[in-house]
């Protein structure tokens, strides 16, 4: 039979019948906002938001900002890889942001310097054990621990306690940040090694953002682990019943999610050359809010790692667009909040109009 | 002599106090289409549950193939070759058709442990014979199950026992839900597979269905089988007599 019978059954396939990737949607938003903002710039204070308007610099683009606007939101973005999978799977990880602070506290103290200076490290905390200018991998390998460590402790609760995830990662926020409070008594961690502070020098956020980013996207369309995800969402009960061990799948997504959050605060930490207990406060949030602008449903089983990437970016132009248009700082939070319940509502209301034509 | 596919000896199943099923002796033959009838509560989805393992019996046999089997879960059934199409759909909405076909036993490129990639053209390519074999009409196998009908969905749910080789496949009132176009549809999967020679139980409250599909009728009542029918010996009334038990079968006097 001819190629045009893509349908079976004898039905003719129907191209209008081809559902549109959801992500499309998201990426046409983010272009009217870029939109909006161009022609504000241009009304208000007129300069260009997008375009390059210094004639002593070469380019199309206003390369600088384009910068800008993605390393602030690499950071967060990295944590919104993993909680974008856990949303899939129709979760949810309050804790990502405390797990941030806690394992930029634990990595940091031990990737301090001996000497700086030529007087001992004021701040170490390991000096007597010795544990200082030791080879980066082992604040890498200790920080990712911790995530690991938090993500099996949320995902062992939920999958076999059964208590909501709201709950169980509720409780590992409050913890965590206890924790990174105790680790130095509330003192900031400083004066990590070269190597170490390689991590996130530059533009290297931006780098392991899309790095892990792709990665994540090709596992969760093409791996067994991805449909996975997918399938627990949409109905819990047809996974386990297909043979899905779904207890041992919610361990594995929590566990990645901790490790990426993890991975995040050895960046932040790094880049701010400098660990503080206070670290990464909202970043919960602001990854769901990425995570959810991106079109990924909170009721689990629809989302995507590229729609997480662009409603990251959404944040980001939001941001950098409030700093262009020299509007106070406050007028963002409040606009984030705005975005984030508006990405909400509409996610309800496409829900809503597919019950109803469905 | 037709080969004996399922076979239930004195299958009992007590909850607490109360018998939801009582020594039910139940064959099913090679290529044998039964359907189960029976009142509310007369014990036809409790007998199901236990074929299915997804309930424990209180006592009794069940030989399938040939050998004395022991399910602990309906994974195990399913192992063994029986699949189930339960009234409420196992299926994932958000995943597409060939997805949800082979939704815990997917095909696999390339063995990553959890991280395995998919095999998509091999799940495609099979989706696509399965619903040629069951005659299932869909029009856009990558689209995801939650735009379809319930007659569509439906069918994948069908499609899905006939992917792999099943032995035995189990429907629990297919078409309950469904519209009238569905159910022929529906109905017509069920044709296919009687061509196909493949052994089916239904359990209907449908008498037009189950005269139309079935060889032979399978009586419930109050926990027991009442009735043992061959639908060329019987008629809808007498099938009525047997389900509100104004009749009793001679070889099961003992039960009413």
Same mark, same amino acid.
């Given at each position: 039979?001819?190629?045009?019978?893509?349908?079976?059954?004898?039905?003719?396939?129907?191209?209008?019948?081809?559902?549109?990737?959801?992500?499309?949607?998201?990426?046409?938003?983010?272009?009217?906002?870029?939109?909006?903002?161009?022609?504000?710039?241009?009304?208000?204070?007129?300069?260009?938001?997008?375009?390059?308007?210094?004639?002593?610099?070469?380019?199309?683009?206003?390369?600088?900002?384009?910068?800008?606007?993605?390393?602030?939101?690499?950071?967060?973005?990295?944590?919104?890889?993993?909680?974008?999978?856990?949303?899939?799977?129709?979760?949810?990880?309050?804790?990502?942001?405390?797990?941030?602070?806690?394992?930029?506290?634990?990595?940091?103290?031990?990737?301090?310097?001996?000497?700086?200076?030529?007087?001992?490290?004021?701040?170490?905390?390991?000096?007597?054990?010795?544990?200082?200018?030791?080879?980066?991998?082992?604040?890498?390998?200790?920080?990712?621990?911790?995530?690991?460590?938090?993500?099996?402790?949320?995902?062992?609760?939920?999958?076999?306690?059964?208590?909501?995830?709201? /709950? !169980?990662?509720?409780?590992?926020? #409050? &913890? $965590?940040?206890? @924790? %990174?409070?105790?680790?130095? +008594?509330?003192?900031?961690?400083?004066?990590?090694?070269?190597?170490?502070?390689?991590?996130?020098?530059?533009?290297?956020?931006?780098?392991?953002?899309?790095?892990?980013?792709?990665?994540?996207?090709?596992?969760?369309?093409?791996?067994?682990?991805?449909?996975?995800?997918?399938?627990?969402?949409?109905?819990?009960?047809?996974?386990?019943?297909?043979?899905?061990?779904?207890?041992?799948?919610?361990?594995?997504?929590?566990? /990645? !999610?901790?490790?990426?959050?993890? #991975? &995040? $605060?050895?960046? @932040? %930490?790094?880049?701010?050359? +400098?660990?503080?207990?206070?670290?990464?406060?909202?970043?919960?949030?602001?990854?769901?809010?990425?995570?959810?602008?991106?079109?990924?449903?909170?009721?689990?089983?629809?989302?995507?790692?590229?729609?997480?990437?662009?409603?990251?970016?959404?944040?980001?132009?939001?941001?950098?667009?409030?700093?262009?248009?020299?509007?106070?700082?406050?007028?963002?939070?409040?606009?984030?909040?705005?975005?984030?319940?508006?990405?909400?509502?509409?996610?309800?209301?496409?829900?809503?109009?597919?019950?109803?034509?469905? | 002599?037709?080969?004996?596919?399922?076979?239930?000896?004195?299958?009992?199943?007590?909850?607490?106090?109360?018998?939801?099923?009582?020594?039910?002796?139940?064959?099913?033959?090679?290529?044998?289409?039964?359907?189960?009838?029976?009142?509310?509560?007369?014990?036809?989805?409790?007998?199901?549950?236990?074929?299915?393992?997804?309930?424990?019996?209180?006592?009794?046999?069940?030989?399938?193939?040939?050998?004395?089997?022991?399910?602990?879960?309906?994974?195990?059934?399913?192992?063994?070759?029986?699949?189930?199409?339960?009234?409420?759909?196992?299926?994932?909405?958000?995943?597409?058709?060939?997805?949800?076909?082979?939704?815990?036993?997917?095909?696999?490129?390339?063995?990553?442990?959890?991280?395995?990639?998919?095999?998509?053209?091999?799940?495609?390519?099979?989706?696509?014979?399965?619903?040629?074999?069951?005659?299932?009409?869909?029009?856009?196998?990558?689209?995801?199950?939650?735009?379809?009908?319930?007659?569509?969905?439906?069918?994948?749910?069908?499609?899905?026992?006939?992917?792999?080789?099943?032995?035995?496949?189990?429907?629990?009132?297919?078409?309950?839900?469904?519209?009238?176009?569905?159910?022929?549809?529906?109905?017509?999967?069920?044709?296919?597979?009687?061509?196909?020679?493949?052994?089916?139980?239904?359990?209907?409250?449908?008498?037009?269905?189950?005269?139309?599909?079935?060889?032979?009728?399978?009586?419930?009542?109050?926990?027991?089988?009442?009735?043992?029918?061959?639908?060329?010996?019987?008629?809808?009334?007498?099938?009525?007599?047997?389900?509100?038990?104004?009749?009793?079968?001679?070889?099961?006097?003992?039960?009413?």
């Amino acid at each position: 039979m001819a190629q045009a019978t893509h349908g079976v059954g004898g039905l003719k396939y129907d191209a209008s019948k081809r559902a549109r990737p959801p992500e499309l949607s998201v990426f046409v938003a983010l272009l009217l906002i870029v939109a909006t903002f161009e022609i504000l710039g241009r009304l208000v204070i007129g300069d260009s938001f997008l375009f390059n308007t210094r004639e002593n610099v070469a380019g199309l683009f206003n390369q600088q900002r384009l910068e800008v606007i993605i390393l602030q939101v690499s950071i967060v973005g990295i944590i919104a890889i993993g909680v974008t999978q856990v949303i899939i799977t129709g979760g949810i990880d309050l804790s990502s942001g405390s797990v941030v602070g806690a394992t930029a506290m634990i990595a940091m103290s031990f990737a301090q310097v001996a000497i700086v200076n030529g007087n001992p490290n004021p701040k170490a905390i390991f000096p007597e054990l010795g544990w200082l200018d030791l080879p980066v991998i082992v604040p890498i390998l200790v920080g990712m621990g911790c995530g690991l460590i938090a993500g099996l402790i949320n995902g062992s609760l939920i999958a076999y306690t059964r208590i909501p995830p709201f /709950i !169980a990662t509720l409780g590992m926020m #409050v &913890a $965590a940040r206890g @924790l %990174s409070r105790w680790w130095s +008594t509330g003192n900031p961690i400083s004066f990590p090694t070269e190597s170490y502070a390689a991590i996130g020098k530059g533009l290297m956020p931006v780098m392991i953002f899309i790095t892990l980013a792709i990665l994540f996207q090709l596992i969760m369309s093409y791996t067994k682990y991805g449909r996975h995800c997918y399938a627990i969402g949409s109905n819990e009960e047809a996974a386990r019943v297909s043979g899905i061990k779904v207890e041992h799948h919610k361990v594995l997504v929590y566990v /990645i !999610a901790g490790v990426l959050a993890s #991975v &995040a $605060a050895l960046v @932040l %930490s790094s880049k701010n050359l +400098t660990a503080q207990a206070g670290m990464g406060v909202m970043y919960e949030l602001d990854a769901i809010a990425m995570t959810v602008i991106g079109g990924a449903s909170l009721a689990g089983g629809r989302g995507s790692i590229i729609g997480t990437v662009i409603g990251a970016l959404i944040f980001g132009v939001i941001i950098s667009g409030f700093t262009f248009l020299k509007l106070d700082a406050y007028y963002q939070e409040m606009v984030k909040g705005v975005i984030i319940v508006g990405a909400v509502v509409l996610d309800q209301w496409r829900q809503r109009r597919q019950a109803i034509g469905g | 002599m037709e080969e004996v596919i399922l076979r239930t000896e004195g299958l009992t199943k007590h909850y607490g106090g109360v018998h939801a099923l009582e020594n039910a002796n139940f064959e099913l033959r090679m290529g044998e289409h039964v359907a189960i009838m029976g009142d509310n509560g007369a014990g036809k989805s409790t007998f199901v549950r236990q074929i299915t393992g997804v309930e424990q019996r209180t006592s009794g046999k069940i030989i399938f193939g040939g050998q004395e089997v022991q399910f602990k879960g309906p994974l195990d059934a399913r192992q063994a070759g029986i699949e189930t199409v339960f009234q409420n759909l196992a299926l994932a909405d958000d995943l597409d058709v060939p997805s949800n076909l082979f939704l815990g036993r997917e095909k696999i490129w390339l063995n990553l442990g959890p991280f395995s990639i998919l095999d998509f053209k091999g799940m495609r390519a099979a989706t696509e014979k399965a619903l040629l074999r069951t005659a299932v009409k869909i029009p856009n196998l990558s689209n995801s199950i939650r735009k379809m009908s319930g007659g569509q969905r439906q069918c994948v749910a069908i499609a899905r026992t006939a992917t792999f080789a099943s032995k035995l496949i189990i429907m629990d009132e297919p078409t309950a839900a469904l519209g009238v176009q569905e159910t022929t549809q529906v109905e017509n999967i069920i044709r296919t597979l009687k061509v196909n020679g493949e052994p089916l139980i239904i359990v209907s409250h449908n008498m037009r269905q189950v005269f139309d599909l079935a060889d032979r009728i399978v009586v419930f009542r109050r926990g027991r089988i009442v009735a043992n029918l061959n639908k060329s010996e019987t008629n809808g009334q007498d099938v009525v007599a047997y389900i509100t038990g104004a009749k009793t079968g001679a070889e099961y006097a003992d039960a009413a």
